[in-house]
Nanobody, 120 residues
Framework: QVQLVESGGGLVQPGGSLRLSCTIS???????????MGWFRQAPGMRRELVAS??????NYADSVRGRFTISRDITKNTVDLQMNNLKPEDTAVYYC????????????WGQGTQVTVSS
């Protein structure tokens, strides 16, 4: 059974930093590596949105996070990290990782996510 396990969230003041980590287990690397990996987030009352993705070393970011967030991936470990700097209150959301399809859609069932709260 494929599992997505996210960690690293927490409460941070505006301007602070957090590093999120995600591990995909239960799936072969040959399957996982066919896809981009990405981080999505969902704020209360909002739709889940893709904020960053990475595939073959090429990264893409939503305009709202570009220049502040950095995504990285270890294909040997099936992990993907998200370094978040200069956090803003509007970054508050539950963050999820997933494989990303060609149209930016998610591939696997969602994990539990990790809560990020940016507040003074």
């Amino acid at each position: 059974q494929v599992q997505l396990v996210e960690s690293g969230g927490g409460l941070v003041q505006p301007g602070g930093s957090l590093r999120l980590s995600c591990t995909i287990s239960g799936s072969s690397s040959s399957i996982v590596n066919r896809y981009a990996m990405g981080w999505f987030r969902q704020a209360p009352g909002m739709r889940r949105e893709l904020v960053a993705s990475i595939s073959s070393g090429i990264t893409n970011y939503a305009d709202s996070v570009r220049g502040r967030f950095t995504i990285s991936r270890d294909i040997t470990k099936n992990t993907v990290d998200l370094q978040m700097n200069n956090l803003k209150p509007e970054d508050t959301a539950v963050y999820y990782c997933n494989l990303v399809g060609r149209t930016g859609d998610s591939i696997l069932d969602w994990g539990q996510g990790t809560q990020v709260t940016v507040s003074s």
